[in-house]
């Protein structure tokens, strides 16, 4: 049994912090807006930051101290309860409480502190190989579960703890790597006899491939928001600690060299997708994450001396972004026949195709696939190559950070109700689209036997994703697209143990390779289920959009055709 943690008690004084919190004051989300959408259906009409004074409001302060974690006593015994059926007006789907009870097995402490979740709580499999790690994309969704049924000392510990993994020297045999990489995993492993904890981290040097984690570091500033936006903890997010290990890991991403583009070159495997599958370049993932990074620190960082020359740079570097990202890789009906029709080796800079795309490039499948109304932000865009597979989580993610505009958000839930079989098919859903196969899988993957087409990474279905569609479709006012894509998830995840990922072009099959209790796949079922009975958890994970971002030009016909 795990053992009872207090929750950190929210109480006046965090009402006083909230009040004048630059993260409120910065960001112009407005959820009472959100709330007002006819589509949504929700009787509730307060603001996000309302329900966290009073419903949260049990009395105490919350400290925070980097080593010494001061924890008050809760006023709950929440670790058995989750509150979100307790609060609920819904019945719970019976699989509701097993997921929790599951999701809680998974819990590693170091110290006697829970500090984070294991990948896969898996007994029936052999090989462990690093399941038995905390992960840190992994344990976002598990971050968020816990957030919102008021759970907040976990994230907390994670997030110093990460912290502290930060400050290491990292060396793959003699380089050394930059100083702000965050880990992408850590273990704990505890001395009975010795009655001693120790923790090793993993930067790249183990992992198969050896690349460093891009994404850790950008979910790590995400959760930071998340954590402070849910609390109304300021505290945390301004400690010098915490200060730092932002500016350090968005020193990595900022420096100016040979870039050409306001993008981010990464290797293959740095994300999500930890093997080699063709996203190395510019994958739409990392450019989504850190889009949104990027404005989660501007919400967080002090306006000091180190603070405001790195928001400057924040701010330069996210206007250019967008535009980027928004003219470059968004892809509809429009654009695509645009492509189609693209001269060659035009130059200097009156260029229209300034990529230099042929368009003999452009694969069969996407003119079929795309349809007449909706759009995407594909996969990579680079000089002579565009990747026009379509990614869930970097599509998601842009959605919930606003680097697509509205229109561009719409446009993609358009494109996932057009091309539900495709996407979703038996079970929410699909990382990426389409598989590759024969002679491409082979110069792609290097032959890998993991990534066969529609398995694992190849077009393999992932339930965590859930999480990710629900949240964004929440935040577009389509939230029945997500309950859809529940129902479906609901109908087997328990029957099949929560595995990994699924096989097949409809995923109907349990991933070849597949874990069973993949911690992710549950806590991204449970976060899906509390956002949709408390669409103001949504402040959370979503930005809504500045206007100094705003586009001069709408481009996009793929809602008018
Ligand atoms: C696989 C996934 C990776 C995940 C890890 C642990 O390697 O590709 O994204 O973090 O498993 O679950």
């Known amino acids: 049994m795990e053992a009872a943690v207090a929750s950190a008690p929210i109480g006046g004084d965090m009402r006083k912090a909230l009040s004048h919190t630059s993260m409120a004051e910065q960001e112009d989300f407005d959820l009472s807006r959100l709330l007002n959408k006819p589509k949504l259906n929700i009787d509730r009409q307060r603001s996000f930051d309302d329900r966290s004074l009073s419903e949260f409001s049990i009395g105490g302060n919350i400290k925070v101290g980097m080593d010494g974690y001061d924890y008050s006593p809760g006023m709950r ?40 979740t294991i990948a896969a709580y898996d007994h029936a499999s052999e090989e462990v190989l690093n399941y038995d790690q905390v992960f840190v994309r992994d344990f976002v969704p598990s971050a968020l579960a816990f957030l919102m049924n008021g759970e907040y000392d976990i994230v907390k510990n994670f997030l110093l703890k990460t912290l502290l993994l930060q400050g290491w020297e990292k060396r793959i045999d003699r380089f050394k790597l930059g100083e702000g990489v965050m880990p992408a995993s850590f273990k704990v492993s505890h001395d009975p006899n010795r009655g001693k904890d120790t923790i090793s981290a993993d930067f790249g040097e183990s992992a198969i491939g050896r690349v460093a984690p891009v994404d850790s570091g950008f979910w790590w500033i995400i959760l930071l928001r998340a954590y402070t936006k849910s609390t109304g903890d300021t505290f945390l997010a301004d400690t010098a600690e915490c200060q730092k290990g932002m500016r350090l890991i968005l020193s990595l991403c900022l420096s100016e060299g040979f870039d050409t583009f306001p993008t981010l070159l990464c290797a293959d495997g740095c994300c999500m997708i930890d093997r080699r599958m063709g996203v190395y370049g510019y994958p739409i993932e990392i450019q989504a994450l850190f889009f949104m990074a990027l404005k989660s620190a501007l919400s967080m960082l002090k306006h000091d001396a180190q603070g405001k020359e790195l928001i400057e740079r924040i701010v330069t570097r996210l206007q250019a972004l967008s535009y980027h990202m928004r003219s470059y890789f968004w892809l509809d009906f429009q654009q695509l026949n645009d492509i189609y029709r693209f001269k060659t080796e035009e130059y200097s800079h009156t260029a229209v195709n300034k990529f230099n795309v042929i368009p003999d490039s452009i694969p069969d499948w996407v003119f079929d696939f795309m349809p007449c109304k909706g759009g995407y932000f594909i996969g990579n865009v680079s000089p002579a190559r565009m990747d026009f597979r379509w990614f869930a989580l970097g599509n998601c993610v842009a959605i919930l950070s606003s680097l697509a505009t ?22 929410p859903l699909k990382i990426c689209y389409p598989a590759i196969e024969n002679h491409e899988w082979r110069i792609v993957t290097g032959c890998d036997p993991k990534n066969t087409r529609w398995s694992y990474h190849n077009g393999g279905s ?59 796949s549950i806590a991204g079922y449970l976060v899906a289920k509390m956002l949709l009975e408390d669409p103001s958890h949504l402040g959370m994970i979503s930005l809504e959009e500045d206007r100094a971002m705003k586009p001069l030009l709408k481009r996009s016909s793929s809602w008018t055709c």
Request: proline fraction near 7%.
């Open 406 to 427: 509205p229109e561009q958000s719409v446009a993609i839930m358009d494109l996932i109700e057009e091309r539900w079989e495709e996407l979703i098919g038996d079970m």
């Open 77 to 116: 015994s929440g670790f058995d309860t989750p509150l979100s059926s307790v609060r609920n007006s819904f019945d719970p789907h019976p699989i509701v409480g097993e997921a929790w009870e599951a999701l809680r097995r998974s819990v590693v402490h170091f110290k006697g502190l829970p500090v984070g």
């Open 462 to 520: 992932w339930p965590v994703l859930i999480w990710l569609l629900t949240a964004a479709s929440i935040k577009v006012g389509r939230p029945q697209i997500a309950r859809r894509a529940v129902d479906l998830a609901e109908s087997r995840l328990l029957k099949d143990g929560f595995p990994e990922y699924y096989d097949g072009k409809l995923g109907r099959y349990v991933g070849k390779q597949a874990r069973k209790f993949q911690t992710w």
